[in-house]
């Protein structure tokens, strides 16, 4: 069964995350996909190439990342499950550990906070362009804690509730198909000329593994932050993403605030839309206390995969 096997991954994870000196030696899992990906990008998306052709090989892209990621997890949790018993379930753990990122993720947006905290906006500036691709050395403080919350409230999904869902859903090669393609869609699939065909795979297959973790997340959130279901109905649909908006509206209806709006990438403007209609001048008290509602969703989500082990 994959839930004893998806509480010892998340305590793993909880207790050690990906620690600086195993990515050192050993990189991290994705790391591997990502070399197939600009590998296959490299070799297959030649800008003279018509887009039916890039498109094509976009999809058999998608195709080797299945087969590379979900068949070795596949043929690893067979033998594990047969040589060990009822003791697979710790190994099995070991195995899943590495796609989860609930440590992570706090690791990385506390010291936003702090910074904050401290009045030193370079420092902020600094650990927010670790986790967003958005050009951040024109933001002020309020704008440097919404992306900030922004960034925390959408990685749940992508970091940890979907990774979950697809881990109790299919064990090990649920959730390393998983991460493969997420780690294709963060890569590739984007709307920008050179990607949109080539990627389009990619994108879609991402937004039919992020549908329902996604509006699950959302509601996790909602029930962790007390508050946010308004908001969440009314304002998920306004994120380009379709799944995005879940958690940052839920996020955004929780705290009171509104998030998302104007942004700037590599120089150039994009008008997105507001979601929330709270207010917009976020503080670094605000990220604390969305980093409080993540730490209560986390815990939510160790109790399903408990519930759901003691119910099966």
Not at 7 to 19: E, V
Not at 60 to 65: G, K, N, Y
Not at 141 to 168: T, V, Y
């Amino acid at each position: 069964m994959a839930e004893p096997v998806a509480l010892a991954g998340l305590a793993l994870d909880a207790l050690l995350g990906w620690p600086r000196g195993l990515y050192a030696r050993v990189g991290h899992p994705v790391g591997f996909f990502a070399r197939v990906i600009e590998g296959c990008e490299r070799r297959w998306n030649r800008p003279d190439s018509a887009p039916t052709p890039r498109r094509v090989k976009g999809v058999a892209t998608v195709a080797l990342l299945l087969a590379a990621s979900a068949g070795p997890a596949w043929v690893i949790e067979r033998a594990i499950r047969a040589a060990a018993g009822p003791a697979a379930w710790l190994p099995l753990g070991l195995l899943a550990w590495p796609a989860l990122a609930q440590r992570s993720l706090y690791d990385h947006v506390r010291p936003i906070a702090r910074a904050l905290h401290r009045g030193d906006l370079d420092a902020a500036r600094q650990a927010l362009g670790m986790i967003v691709g958005r050009d951040t050395a024109a933001l002020d403080r309020h704008g440097i804690a919404r992306a900030a919350i922004e960034s925390l409230s959408e990685s749940f999904c992508d970091g940890i509730a979907a990774p979950l869902f697809w881990l109790l859903v299919g064990g090990l090669p649920g959730v390393w198909a998983y991460k493969a393609i997420n780690t294709a869609d963060s890569l590739i699939g984007h709307r920008e000329e050179r990607w949109r065909a080539f990627g389009w795979a990619a994108a879609r297959t991402d937004d039919v593994m992020n549908l329902l973790p996604a509006r699950i997340g959302g509601a996790i959130l909602c029930l962790a932050g007390r508050g946010g279901w308004r908001t969440m109905a009314r304002d998920a649909h306004r994120h380009a993403s379709p799944n995005a908006g879940w958690t940052e509206a839920a996020m955004s209806g929780a705290l009171g605030l509104s998030l998302a709006g104007p942004v700037s990438y590599d120089g150039v403007r994009h008008e997105k839309a507001w979601i929330g209609d709270g207010r917009r001048d976020a503080e670094a008290d605000d990220i604390d206390k969305a980093l409080a509602i993540y730490l209560r969703a986390c815990l939510v989500l160790w109790a399903i995969s408990g519930g759901v082990a003691w119910l099966r």
